[in-house]
């Protein structure tokens, strides 16, 4: 792993980077901890700031440029910005069940598929875990993600199997 591109890239990248990570650490932390504790809550407030922080320096980073300057990742931040509120909207109305599945659909999801998008090569993502020789590989890494998103997909959504005894 080269932290080169990390050291030199803009500062926006560099936030976006530490909100990244954060999110990743202290998500699985409010998804399994116990609910309705103060932790959960805690971490869990720490999590939805790492992601709209995250989300709005998205819209400060240059990639392929479609629509003006914005590219298909920055599509997702739609997917990204608008579950976050209605996940919280949802936990104020009492509903915990559809609290907790936009939670858990946000954080595999959106942090998992962004991720993928980020092994294109040029990202600062691919540069640091692929180097730049190495570069064509992000379409791999990029692959192998989708095929175990399909994988997982599938196992989940299993039936699961009654005995005869």
């Known amino acids: ?21 954060t999110a990743l650490i ?22 939805v700031f790492s992601m709209l922080l995250l989300a709005g320096t998205s819209f400060f980073i240059e ?14 931040l739609l997917f990204a910005i608008w579950p976050i ?8 109305l009492g509903n915990s069940a559809l609290h907790r599945r936009i939670m858990h659909n946000l954080y595999c999801h959106g ?10 090569p040029g990202r600062v993502t691919n540069r640091l ?5 190495q570069a064509n590989y992000g379409f791999g890494v990029i692959a192998l993600g989708i095929i ?3 994988v997982w997909h599938a196992y989940s959504r299993r039936k699961p199997k009654t005995s005869l005894l």
């Not at 202290?26 to 103060?38: D, M």
């Not at 990639?63 to 997702?76: K, Q, T």
């Not at 509120?85 to 104020?92: D, G, L």
């Open 1 to 21: 792993m080269n932290f080169q591109p990390i050291l030199t890239a803009d500062p926006v990248i560099v936030v976006h980077i530490i909100c990244v990570v």
């Open 26 to 47: 202290v998500g699985p932390i409010a998804l399994c901890g116990k609910r309705r504790g103060a932790l959960h809550r805690a971490v869990g407030y720490v999590w």
């Open 63 to 76: 990639g392929l440029a479609v629509f003006g300057r914005f590219g298909p990742i920055h599509l997702l």
């Open 85 to 92: 509120f209605e996940a919280m909207r949802q936990i104020y």
């Open 111 to 120: 942090l998992v598929i962004a991720g993928l998008i980020n092994f294109l």
């Open 129 to 133: 875990f692929l180097g730049d020789s």
């Open 148 to 150: 175990c998103l399909f």
